[in-house]
């Protein structure tokens, strides 16, 4: 099976370890990977700021990336969601690639069927299943048969995991104060479970939640989902 | 720089002080988390919770498709079953009206059920300037009226304040307004309602005008819904001889029928209740028993601005149960005078600025004051998308431009342009990771500096992804 | 020419904010008519259930029971005085020593805030939500009596007056009557959304399921 990557414009640039563990992970379960590079942005930070006329040309730039693949797999679930949900709108060229477009964790469990990738990460993890993911995309507990399959991986319950980390896009500069105070509560969650690693499927929410553990020194590291699936004895994460 | 780039108004500075007080952070976590989890649990005794949501969402939208033949249909009833019929465009128009039906009767004082509308156009204000002390009867409305606060939930005005600040609010003030309250009264839940029943009973009982809203109107019927928990509603409702009750003319409903899904998912969603205590009901007036005289006000007030906008007009569905206010992690950190409106948390968030319009910073600020993280459209009774409608609204703020918007615009603009050229994005990439090592733990300059303040920053990768896919997969 | 009034410019204003909306689509009532299973018994348990869930106190009596129980659950309330409305069963308070007061001109507010209690019938009782409804009609009297004294007896026909649900309650209600819905005593959520029982009704709900 061949599958377009989407890596996304945060984790090219700021999490390419997340592109590389997915393009990894896939061709371990013997998938072949093409990353398309005329792919930038999905356009999410713009059209939920309000800039819907500057979304249009990434969402045509996204299309024209991507219409010809049958699977597009992009290790974040609010891009996922921005393609799906919102892409509609942007008229029926845009709204075709929505049904092909798969969230990692959708494709995994889903397209190949299979919740055992043959992982091994020996940590205690908690996972933050970030809001788009559980509410728009419906993911459900993909990521969590995902993780109870890996070896040496002991999951522990998170708190109040359904609410909001307080990233929310540009909520996070635009309504600093509020966002830092969600971020501060997840990071007290996480960090009660007593496992050392919070383990998420959406790198922005990370970037926010991992820079607020940071500030506040606490005991806490963020991995993606990838990297956790994409560990093995032989590689293992970090 | 001042602090608005990236519209940084009157909601987040509102926000930031509430986020800072530890009493009523702890006020708001604790009252929010409690029936958050009472709510789930009342929902989840029906199975056909979905199916109740999805016909509240049919029922209304259609009602408001045809909003003019229902409010033509409810007049016609209510003025054949003996009541009065007024039609206010705006806050103003409506006070008048109020204050001219209760100068009428002679009386100096009226008693209130708990309402959103008469909060809405500040009728307390207006009558008082008239020489009529309005007297609100709500137990929660009671506390803020006596505390000269804010409300700042749609169900519990007072949910900001704890079972000890009201303690202290009902020994320092009923004593001014009429009974004071018992010697000794401890903070015990039970003694302050009884203290509110004390207080407020002598003034039930004289009153000769009641001023109510509603929860429903019924056209086919003409008959008015009030929905409440105390029994302050029955009493305002049927012992004064004067009834007036002021409604937005989006809480019509088509048919008496209609009634059976609000009244199951209302009450659930609201109190987390199977049913309400009292649920009040009446059409016009009735030979010997209440009001002999009935007067509906209809309010318009900016609904009908909600209703020409395709996306935000469903924001008019809101059925005021504030499920979304208890689900929602801003409000539950902002607290509700941060939103600057008698409707706060999500659905204020929507719902003031279509009322309003969005030309005043607080008004502009609202649509941003949400992660969008959607808690509050999946618990909505009728399926309000208040995520979409929020979109919707950063547009008409986004596109006039304004304080704060137009250096946005142009960010976004150039964004926009690295974005559509992947050479130039890689090319910035590369520096961004390049400097990445050098820079300062706290960053200056708009948009960096609300990040770096509260968060640090992730070391900056060698290079960009699309760097280790062209040397490792060529 | 006159100056169009506030409803004629209102109605405009509707009128043109949805003249380009599509039509809506027809209702869908997709969600049950009850909750409960078709067996009176069962239906009465419910009712019998949540009506105590909600604070009202419950009895079940025959008709030859029930004007000791009236009787004594007055008693037991200290009530020494009881409001009749219109068309009451008299046996119902056959046992009782209370003074009756009759409603009438006289019983004005004031007057009845004197009076202890309040004895009713109902229009019917909704078992899935634990709630009786008042329509005015004969033994249930205008909207006040059962709103000022502080202890309401509401006597339930059952199985007749038992309904299952909310969809099953209201067609069988004429709203032209003024209606009450009472689910348990008047309660409040307001200090810190929680629930209180007792604020301006009656403190007290007993309800007696008789049975027939």
Redesign the interface.
């Known amino acids: 099976m061949r599958v377009a990557l989407f890596v996304t414009c945060v984790n090219d640039a700021v999490f390419p370890s997340t592109g590389v563990a997915t393009v990894r992970l896939l061709e371990r379960l013997g998938v072949e990977v093409d990353f398309p590079s005329a792919q930038t942005c999905c356009g999410q930070p713009q059209f939920n700021t309000g800039y819907r006329r500057e979304t249009a040309p990434l969402v045509r730039r996204t299309v024209r990336a991507f219409e010809g693949y049958e699977h597009v797999v992009v290790p974040s679930g609010s891009c996922a969601a921005m393609v799906r949900h919102h892409y509609p709108s942007f008229g029926p060229r845009a709204a075709a690639l929505g049904p092909r477009v798969r969230e990692l964790t959708e494709f995994l469990v889903d397209v190949l069927g299979v919740t055992d990738v043959g992982a091994y990460f020996p940590h205690a993890v908690t996972y933050h299943p970030s809001c788009h993911g559980l509410r728009l995309l419906g993911l459900g507990d993909r990521p969590r048969r995902l993780l109870e399959a890996v070896r040496g991986l002991e999951l522990r319950e998170l708190p109040g995991a359904e609410e909001c980390c307080g990233f929310g896009g540009t909520f996070a500069v635009k309504n600093p104060d509020v966002s830092a105070a969600m971020g501060a509560d997840k990071v007290a969650h996480a960090v009660e479970t007593g496992a050392g690693v919070l383990c998420g499927a959406d790198n922005s929410c990370l970037l926010h939640v991992g820079g607020t553990a940071s500030r506040l020194k606490a005991p806490l590291r963020t991995v993606h989902l990838a990297e956790v699936l994409a560990s093995t004895e032989e590689e293992p994460w970090r | 720089m001042s602090g608005t780039f990236?519209?940084?108004p009157s909601?987040?500075r509102a926000?930031?002080e509430a986020?800072?007080d530890e009493r009523l952070?702890r006020?708001l976590r604790?009252?929010?988390h409690?029936?958050r989890d009472k709510r789930a649990r009342a929902v989840a005794e029906?199975?056909?919770w979905a199916?109740?949501r999805?016909?509240g969402k049919?029922?209304k939208?259609?009602t408001?498709?045809?909003?003019?033949t229902y409010?033509?249909e409810l007049e016609e009833r209510v003025t054949a079953?003996g009541g009065t019929v007024h039609?206010?465009?705006d806050a103003a128009?409506a006070n008048r009206i109020v204050t001219g039906l209760v100068r009428a009767t002679g009386e100096r004082e009226v008693v209130k059920v708990k309402s959103m509308a008469t909060q809405e156009i500040e009728l307390n204000e207006a009558l008082e300037e008239a020489g009529i002390r309005a007297y609100e009867?709500?137990?929660?409305e009671l506390?803020v009226q006596l505390g000269e606060d804010r409300p700042s939930h749609i169900?519990?005005p007072?949910?900001h304040r704890?079972?000890t600040e009201?303690r202290d609010i009902f020994r320092a003030e009923m004593g001014r307004w009429g009974r004071p309250a018992p010697d000794g009264l401890t903070d015990e839940?039970?003694e302050?309602?009884?203290a509110?029943?004390l207080h407020?009973?002598e003034k039930?009982?004289?009153a000769r005008v009641g001023i109510s809203g509603a929860n429903f109107m019924?056209a086919e019927?003409g008959?008015l819904v009030v929905v409440e928990?105390?029994?302050?509603g029955?009493?305002c409702?049927?012992?004064p001889e004067t009834l007036i009750s002021v409604v937005g003319?989006e809480k019509v409903v088509p048919t008496?029928?209609d009634?059976?899904?609000f009244?199951?998912t209302l009450?659930r969603s609201s109190?987390a209740?199977?049913?309400?205590?009292?649920?009040?009901?009446?059409?016009g007036t009735?030979d010997?028993?209440?009001p002999d005289a009935f007067h509906l006000v209809?309010l318009?007030n900016g609904r009908?601005?909600a209703?020409?906008d395709?996306t935000g007009?469903q924001a008019l569905r809101c059925i005021r149960c504030s499920a979304c206010l208890?689900v929602c992690?801003?409000y539950e950190?902002?607290g509700g005078h941060a939103y600057g409106s008698v409707y706060p948390g999500p659905i204020g968030a929507v719902l003031t600025p279509q009322l309003r319009g969005t030309t005043s910073e607080i008004d502009a600020s609202l649509?941003?004051?949400?992660?969008?993280?959607?808690?509050c459209?999946?618990v909505c009774p009728v399926a309000i998308d208040i995520p979409e409608v929020l979109?919707r609204?950063?547009?008409?703020?986004?596109?006039r431009g304004g304080k704060g918007h137009r250096l946005?615009?142009a960010a976004?603009?150039a964004?926009?342009w690295v974005?559509?050229h992947?050479g130039a994005?890689a090319a910035g990439?590369r520096i961004?990771g390049a400097a990445g090592r050098l820079l300062p733990e706290r960053l200056p300059g708009p948009?960096a500096r609300?990040?770096t303040?509260?968060?640090?920053?992730?070391d900056?990768?060698a290079?960009?992804?699309?760097?280790?896919?062209r040397k490792n997969?060529p | 020419m006159t100056t169009p009034t506030s409803r004629e410019r209102i109605l405009a204003r509707i009128r043109a904010a949805v003249a380009d909306a599509p039509e809506a689509p027809e209702d869908v009532r997709g969600y049950r008519t009850r909750h409960a299973p078709d067996d009176p018994d069962a239906v009465l348990d419910l009712l019998h259930e949540n009506l105590a869930d909600y604070r009202a106190h419950v009895h079940r009596a025959g008709p030859a029971e029930l004007p000791e129980l009236v009787a004594r659950l007055l008693d037991e309330r200290g009530a020494r005085s009881v409001v009749v409305p219109p068309g009451l069963p008299e046996e119902w308070l056959a046992a009782s020593a209370a003074e009756r007061v009759a409603d009438g001109p006289g019983l004005g507010p004031a007057e009845l805030d004197a009076v202890d209690a309040v004895v009713t019938g109902c229009a019917l009782a909704v078992a899935e939500t634990g709630t009786i409804v008042l329509d005015g009609g004969p033994g249930q009297g205008r909207r006040a009596l059962t709103l000022v004294p502080d202890l309401h007896v509401c006597v339930v026909r059952a199985p007749e007056q038992v309904v299952a649900s909310v969809p099953e309650a209201l067609p069988r209600l004429d709203p032209r009557r003024p209606l009450t819905w009472i689910s348990g005593p008047s309660a409040t959520s307001d200090i810190e959304l929680d629930r209180v029982e007792g604020v301006h009704g009656p403190r007290t709900l007993e309800v007696v399921l008789l049975r027939g």
């Open positions: 990236l519209g940084m909601f987040p926000a930031r986020v800072r952070r006020n604790h009252a929010t409690t029936i029906l199975d056909d199916e109740l999805e016909a049919r029922i939208d259609r408001l498709r045809h909003l003019d409010l033509l079953a039609w206010a465009e128009e009867t709500d137990l929660a506390i169900l519990v007072a949910i704890n079972r009201i839940p039970a302050l309602a009884e509110a029943r407020l009973r039930f009982l004289r019924v019927t008959t928990s105390e029994g302050n029955r009493m409702l049927t012992l003319i008496w029928r009634l059976e899904v009244l199951q009450p109190t209740e199977r049913m309400n205590p009292y649920t009040s009901t009446w059409t009735a010997g028993d209440g209809l318009d009908t601005r209703l020409a395709e007009r208890n992690p801003v950190r902002a649509p941003y004051a949400s992660s969008l993280c959607g808690a459209y999946e979109v609204l950063r547009e008409e703020v986004a596109g946005e615009k976004m603009k964004a926009g974005l559509d992947p994005l990439e961004a948009g609300q990040w303040d509260h968060r640090d920053l992730p900056l990768p290079e960009p992804f699309r760097d280790w896919w997969r």
